[in-house]
């Protein structure tokens, strides 16, 4: 996606920490729909100095305007808040790892096989992946895994420097991960983010929609997020995610990679169907927290960061170096497989985790399923329930 700014707005951070901003689409905010307000536009295009143009967007319950230039953004943003009026930057999320922070990693070729449990655990459940897409591989012939809404391929080169993209093969990456814990569940992968790991907030809750309306999902796994202006909660995501509460779907959401406590969203939504997932490192029962991993009193549960599983078919010709803030990722050889590490990796097994309890009928629905993970005991170097296919195994009759 292009068209996106960094901020380097303070917003609430530990002490010592650096400040976080947050990435957002030049000169639009985002509007909640008030029917009682009639004046809004009016009143926007007054203290712009002109007119703005304004799109409706059902997904978000909100419009979106676009002011034309950034000169005036503060001062309409200041008018509205001061009128009560729920607005906000029109925000841009982005894959986790991402190439600002993260492990500081690329993923690493791997050669490790088939890593399925062969069984039908999470049959019956259906499960949305809201990524970069899918990749045709053999590792997914076996099971119920398809793209959807076409071009849904997860690209390596989309710009065709034969360079890998920064964010390529995630999708493909995080759906085998579910499939190796979940293997008789059924997944839905659509092409949010686009390989270099970047989707605007409307974009994003277009796609929930979908999700949520079309595809008769249970679970949405989110391994993506974004910061917010003072850390407040997205206007548009906000509805986005309180729609699929209504209709009892549970979101399962990676808590990011930049060791902070500012509030990640979607992951750091107080909402009983969003489980925010960080990354641990280490064996059961001395887990710690991974030190990439972003923390707080929002984060749920943990998983392991580190993870091997299927990834694209790729040679990359020349090293790359991309944007000035990603280390160089060398010149290698993918053969189907690789070695990842971030929170998005341990969400989709914390994914898989509620699709087995909801499988196996001890739990009512995919949201019990999450509440019965949170109340799993906490493993002291956490201070957070840990999720690993032996606790799961636990919760099971």
């Known amino acids: 996606?292009?068209?996106?700014?960094?901020?380097?707005?303070?917003?609430?951070?530990?002490?010592?920490?650096?400040?976080?901003?947050?990435?957002?689409?030049?000169?639009?905010?985002?509007?909640?729909?008030?029917?009682?307000?009639?004046?809004?536009?009016?009143?926007?295009?007054?203290?712009?100095?002109?007119?703005?143009?304004?799109?409706?967007?059902?997904?978000?319950?909100?419009?979106?305007?676009?002011?034309?230039?950034?000169?005036?953004?503060?001062?309409?943003?200041?008018?509205?808040?001061?009128?009560?009026?729920?607005?906000?930057?029109?925000?841009?999320?982005?894959?986790?790892?991402?190439?600002?922070?993260?492990?500081?990693?690329?993923?690493?070729?791997?050669?490790?096989?088939?890593?399925?449990?062969?069984?039908?655990?999470?049959?019956?459940?259906?499960?949305?992946?809201?990524?970069?897409?899918?990749?045709?591989?053999?590792?997914?012939?076996?099971?119920?895994?398809?793209?959807?809404?076409?071009?849904?391929?997860?690209?390596?080169?989309?710009?065709?420097?034969?360079?890998?993209?920064?964010?390529?093969?995630?999708?493909?990456?995080?759906?085998?991960?579910?499939?190796?814990?979940?293997?008789?569940?059924?997944?839905?992968?659509?092409?949010?983010?686009?390989?270099?790991?970047?989707?605007?907030?409307?974009?994003?809750?277009?796609?929930?929609?979908?999700?949520?309306?079309?595809?008769?999902?249970?679970?949405?796994?989110?391994?993506?997020?974004?910061?917010s202006e003072n850390g407040d909660e997205p206007v548009g995501l906000a509805h986005a995610i309180d729609e699929l509460r209504a209709r009892g779907i549970l979101v399962v959401a990676a808590a990011g990679n930049d060791n902070r406590s500012d509030p990640f969203y979607p992951a750091a939504f107080d909402r009983e169907n969003v489980l925010s997932v960080g990354a641990v490192v280490g064996e059961s029962p001395d887990f710690v927290r991974a030190d990439y991993s972003n923390h707080g009193d929002w984060v749920h549960l943990g998983a392991a960061g580190t993870i091997q599983g299927p990834f694209l078919t790729y040679n990359q010709e020349r090293e790359g170096n991309g944007m000035d803030t990603h280390k160089s990722i060398p010149a290698q050889n993918f053969t189907g497989w690789a070695t990842w590490a971030g929170t998005s990796f341990a969400t989709p097994q914390v994914t898989a985790a509620a699709a087995v309890l909801l499988s196996a009928g001890v739990a009512r629905n995919a949201i019990d399923a999450a509440d019965m993970l949170r109340r799993m005991p906490a493993s002291p170097g956490m201070k957070r329930p840990v999720v690993t296919l032996d606790a799961v195994d636990g919760l099971l009759p």
Not at 101 to 108: E, F, H, I, T, V
Not at 137 to 144: L, M, R
Not at 148 to 154: E, H, K, L, M, Y
Not at 163 to 188: E, M, W
């Open 1 to 227: 996606m292009d068209g996106w700014r960094w901020d380097d707005v303070a917003r609430p951070h530990d002490p010592g920490e650096e400040r976080m901003g947050y990435l957002y689409r030049p000169n639009e905010i985002v509007v909640r729909v008030d029917p009682d307000r009639h004046d809004l536009s009016d009143r926007i295009d007054k203290v712009n100095g002109k007119p703005a143009r304004r799109r409706l967007v059902p997904a978000m319950n909100a419009e979106i305007y676009d002011l034309g230039a950034e000169e005036r953004i503060a001062d309409v943003l200041g008018d509205l808040r001061g009128e009560g009026v729920p607005v906000a930057r029109h925000l841009v999320m982005r894959g986790e790892p991402w190439y600002a922070g993260g492990p500081g990693g690329p993923p690493a070729p791997a050669d490790i096989g088939d890593v399925r449990r062969p069984c039908d655990r999470g049959k019956g459940v259906m499960i949305a992946v809201l990524d970069t897409g899918l990749e045709t591989h053999q590792f997914f012939a076996a099971g119920d895994v398809q793209g959807v809404r076409p071009p849904f391929a997860d690209v390596a080169d989309a710009d065709g420097d034969k360079k890998i993209d920064f964010q390529a093969g995630h999708g493909t990456f995080v759906s085998g991960v579910i499939l190796a814990d979940a293997p008789g569940a059924s997944i839905r992968v659509l092409g949010t983010l686009n390989s270099h790991g970047f989707v605007s907030e409307e974009d994003l809750c277009n796609d929930l929609e979908l999700a949520g309306s079309k595809l008769g999902v249970q679970i949405v796994n989110l391994s993506l997020g974004g910061y």
